[in-house]
């Protein structure tokens, strides 16, 4: 039913603890997929202590890159997108693949953040609603857990531009269904702890560049897809 993605680059303890919560997770995993992008510390002992299907990159190619690889060798029908250093409540794949699998014009899907660790590890069957609006904004940071169709993710999303290696990935899969016709949801009320990642602070690039590359994309009056994969094509080099 669902397939699990996690990048790791070290933060041995953090990958420890979500891969703990994924173990305990009320709906299991047909799979995860954790991409170690090189790491240095104890991950790999870690990763195989917890018995899970491991991509090796011999250096940190990024997160977004990483994300791609997963989604490459998934086979369920929907993905899970997670950070490796959040924590999150047994209930949390149940409900958003229940969320997917109700309404088929979901794009995307996600809690919200702002559980403490302690609230987080406190297991609870919440009751949710959802959190709509037309300024695509305010629902597209859902970076650190992302739920949708493996199908839309290939198909519709697609592989990331050249040079978002790190930021803006949760940005562009948001932008690339909203505009194919798909809601991207925020679930205010199922929430997470986000320990918040170093990952930016350990990749080696320009991500003032990133930005701005991102921000072009923005400000250039794309409204479709056939216009958007122009402006790849434009902004690749």
Known sequence: ??????????????????????????????????????STDDTGEILQRHGVSVICNEENVGVNAAWWQGVLQSTSKYLGILNNDIIFQEHLLWLMVELLECDDQIGVVGPAEGLSEAEARAAHHPKYFLVTGANTHLFRNLGSAMFLSRERMLNVVGEFPEGLIVGYGDYYIADRLKLAGFQNLMVENVKIHHKKSTTVRTVSHDYGAERALYQRYMTSGTRTIADLEEWELANAS
């Open 1 to 38: 039913m669902i397939d699990v993605i996690i990048p790791v680059f070290n933060q041995s303890a953090h990958t420890d603890a979500v891969l703990r919560c994924v173990a305990n997770s009320s709906l299991q995993p047909a799979n995860t997929i954790v991409i170690d992008n090189g």
